[in-house]
């Protein structure tokens, strides 16, 4: 079997994450068997986290970081992800005496922003302040906490359908909608216009998606539609993989996704076509590199 390989260009990790790792490896380089402490997974990639864990990063949930407290062996430092935290993680971290390295992605930080001004700005008038977002997700959480758990996170658009008609979410009331950075402009785009189409108040709609996810949309689109098959890399708990994923498939029926290089089904393929490789902003550059050369191998084995 023969098959033409390629790896779609801006596949990746996005900036954010980039400099996450990077801050926490250079601080692992820094002393032999030297340990960081990251409140939650730094990367939704189940092969990278495998493969910091091996240079002494250590994954921990806020309740380990208390019940490490109360065992008096609470780490030094702890390294807080591009997803960002409420500002409820850092005052206990300062009660905790734990110093922090902050590495919240800056457009992430931006958006904390813009959310705590627009909720000091809502809450004189009782208005409601949206998020687009997926409940629970980490970066959603550090956007609530900017308005004390206040915020309406709505996930798609039958869930808004649902808020409208149940009066949580209330069309009389002043509103200003923001979403989570690694969300669909398309479908940000459906849920605006539905609220732009009921409101019987002021509506501020923020356009808050990271423009590197943006524009991946639609490079994406075009990358999948040019390709007989598609291999979509990503960990399984990936937020942004599970969308961009479904954007391909809706494009190219033929997209696959991968969580590593052993999940290739060779069935998947015929003799001579193009084979598209691309991944989550969550995915690292080496894993596609290592699914694109099993393909490769392929070609040299028949």
Known sequence: MSLKVEIEKHSGF???????????????????????????????????????????????????????EAEGCKPDT??????????????????????????TC????????????????????????VIFGKIGHAEVLGLLGQ????????????????????GVVDMER???????????PVEYSKICSRLEQEMKAPLEIHDTICSQVASRHEELSAFAAGHDVILFVAGASSSNGRVLYNLCKS????????????????????????????????????LLDKVAAILEGINLHH
Not at 151 to 160: G, S, T
Not at 174 to 184: C, D, L
Request: proline share 5%.
């Open 14 to 68: 996005c900036g954010g994450v980039i400099r996450a790792i990077g801050t926490a490896e250079k601080y692992l380089s820094e002393g032999e068997g030297r340990r960081l402490h990251s409140l939650g997974a730094i990367v939704h990639n189940e092969a990278e986290l495998h493969r910091l864990e091996e240079k002494g990063l250590v994954t921990i949930s806020k309740d380990d970081l208390r019940e490490m």
């Open 78 to 103: 702890i390294l807080i992800r591009a997803h960002g935290e409420p500002p409820q993680t850092y005052s206990m971290a300062k009660e905790m005496g734990v110093e922090v390295i902050d590495c």
């Open 147 to 166: 308005t004390n758990g206040e915020a309406i996170v709505v996930e798609d658009l039958p869930m808004l359908e649902r808020f409208i008609g149940e």
């Open 174 to 184: 002043p509103m200003e909608i923001f979403s989570q950075t690694t969300k669909s």
């Open 251 to 286: 494009v190219n029926p033929r997209t696959y996704q991968i969580t590593s290089e052993t999940d290739i089904d060779l069935s998947w393929f015929n003799d001579g076509e193009k084979a598209g490789i691309c991944g989550a902003t969550s995915t690292p550059r080496w």
């Open 106 to 129: 800056p457009v992430v930080l931006r958006l904390q922003k813009r959310i705590r001004e627009a909720w000091e700005r809502l809450k004189p008038v009782r208005g409601q302040l």
